[in-house]
Nanobody, 122 residues
Framework: QVQLVESGGGLVQAGGSLRLSCAAS????????MGWFRQAPGKEREFVGT??????TTYYANSVKGRFTISRDKATLYPQMNSLKLEDTAVYYC?????????????????WGQGTQVTVSS
């Protein structure tokens, strides 16, 4: 079992920055691919980015590439979100998938956190 708890969401103006956190506990994290997804009202859960827990390999959706950066520190995952846009407004979820997965699809994930709301205002 892996437990994931997100935090750091809130209200930010367009163009601003926000740093989320995902604290992981439970099984050995090095065997997982970790990822961030988001879901806006009325829309499907959308891939944001992924990182291999055992390394530094990252992959980002085109919509956030160059603005978002995912890093990790021991048992915590951090997406740094810069130059935020109105369309970044969503509930953000972190997830854990088996290490052999690409982590780019929601169905690959075995564990999810409860989500944290990010609202970008004009």
């Amino acid at each position: 079992q892996v437990q994931l708890v997100e935090s750091g969401g809130g209200l930010v103006q367009a163009g601003g920055s926000l740093r989320l956190s995902c604290a992981a506990s439970g099984r050995t994290f090095s065997s997982y691919t970790m990822g961030w997804f988001r879901q806006a009202p009325g829309k499907e859960r959308e891939f944001v980015g992924t990182i291999k827990w055992s390394g530094t390999t990252t992959y980002y959706a085109n919509s956030v590439k160059g603005r978002f950066t995912i890093s990790r520190d021991k048992a915590t995952l951090y997406p740094q979100m810069n130059s935020l846009k109105l369309e970044d407004t969503a509930v953000y979820y972190c997830g854990a998938a088996p290490s052999y997965r690409t982590g780019r699809n929601a169905y690959e994930y075995s564990y999810w956190g409860q989500g944290t709301q990010v609202t970008v205002s004009s």
